[in-house]
């Protein structure tokens, strides 16, 4: 691909974020605060210091696995919207390991921990994805009607079956210590990090550069031509929802291991849209997934910062985020029109 290419690709993107920021600025100003202070608190805060990077990388890979856990499903043209049920069920999955058999090793109980979480996640998610294939039930409310359901499961295990009497709220006992994840450096950096990276580009090699990444695009792109030349549609739908399910479950797991070591009422975050709106921004690309997510990272950090700074609400920077994915969706129209514009000129 030429640098011109690339660079007529970016332009739409560039454009995009630039208009997000400026309008993003103008009701920044209209609140009577400084939109340049504020802006810099929440661009600066992640690179400041070491403090700040490490939180941003945390973010990151919740972020990552929430975005992978819509965009892998969207491939084949399905909805995962239940990232955050899938989380809770990866952290509840990590915690009931983590606890009942707290005495055991690290070696031992930590791939234990992940691995319940991912499977619990993927169960929560093949229930949906069962749903869809067996009874043609829409995945988008089953998933969303799911979510509800882990809402409750957390509560209930948080308040009643391992609670921490002493948390003031719903908060299960720590894990044992062999459930925790190995760190990195000083502020420390949990493993979780480097074990995201490792995945992102797993997996991005993989879609590219294998069969089943194949198949995923061959349905996402066309599922009735797909089927013509012999993919199972099916099972390629209801294995995209399983394996975002994992991811998502793992990023819960890696919650607990990594950052709580416990499970709380509010471990999702707000994860779920986040990913989403990365996932969307990204387009789908395995590739430019990574990044976007730590764009967004970045300014879910610095977000308290532009508060305590410029005195700017926190929650503008959801706004931003939603106003960057708005305006990318606008250019993606305005190009189209373009194009097609080029093309009945050129015909003529």
Do not use: C
Request: proline share 4%; net charge positive.
């Amino acid at each position: 691909m030429s640098v011109a290419i690339v660079v007529r690709r970016a332009v739409p993107y560039v454009l995009a974020v630039l208009a997000a920021f400026a309008v993003t600025a103008v009701i920044i100003a209209l609140l009577g605060h400084d939109p340049l202070e504020a802006f810099r608190a929440v661009l600066t805060n992640s690179f400041r210091n070491t403090f700040g990077m490490v939180q941003t990388l945390h973010k990151w890979t919740a972020l990552t696995l929430l975005a992978l856990a819509f965009a892998i499903p969207l491939a084949a043209g399905r909805f995962n919207i239940g990232g955050e049920g899938q989380l809770i069920l990866g952290a509840v999955g990590a915690v009931a390991v983590g606890i009942t058999f707290s005495e055991l090793p690290l070696p031992v109980l930590l791939p234990l921990l992940l691995v319940s979480a991912v499977l619990a996640g993927a169960v929560w998610a093949w229930i949906a994805a069962w749903l869809m294939d067996r009874f043609r039930v829409n995945e988008i409310l089953s998933t969303v009607l799911l979510n509800f359901v882990s809402f409750e499961i957390l509560d209930y295990l948080a308040s009643h079956t391992w609670p921490d009497v002493g948390a003031g709220g719903a908060v299960t006992l720590p894990i044992g210590t062999g459930g925790e994840l190995p760190t990195i450096g000083r502020p420390p950096m949990h493993a979780g990090v480097v074990l995201v990276v490792i995945l992102v580009v797993a997996l991005a090699f993989l879609a590219r550069r294998s069969v089943p990444g194949f198949e995923l695009r061959a349905v996402g792109l066309n599922e009735r031509a797909a089927a013509l030349h012999g993919i199972r549609t099916r099972g390629v739908a209801v294995g995209s929802m399983v394996v975002g399910g994992a991811l998502a479950g793992l990023a819960g797991g890696i919650e607990v291991a990594g950052v709580h070591h416990r499970m709380l009422e509010g471990i999702q975050s707000n994860y779920l849209l986040l990913g989403i709106i990365i996932g969307l921004i990204a387009r789908g690309s395995l590739v430019a997934l990574p990044f976007v997510a730590f764009g967004i990272a970045v300014l879910e950090v610095g977000a308290g910062s532009m508060q305590r700074v410029s005195g700017a609400p926190a929650e503008l920077v959801l706004i931003l985020e939603g106003l960057i994915l708005l305006f990318i969706l606008m250019s993606d129209v305005v190009v189209g029109r373009v194009s097609a514009r080029r093309a009945r000129v050129a015909v003529t």
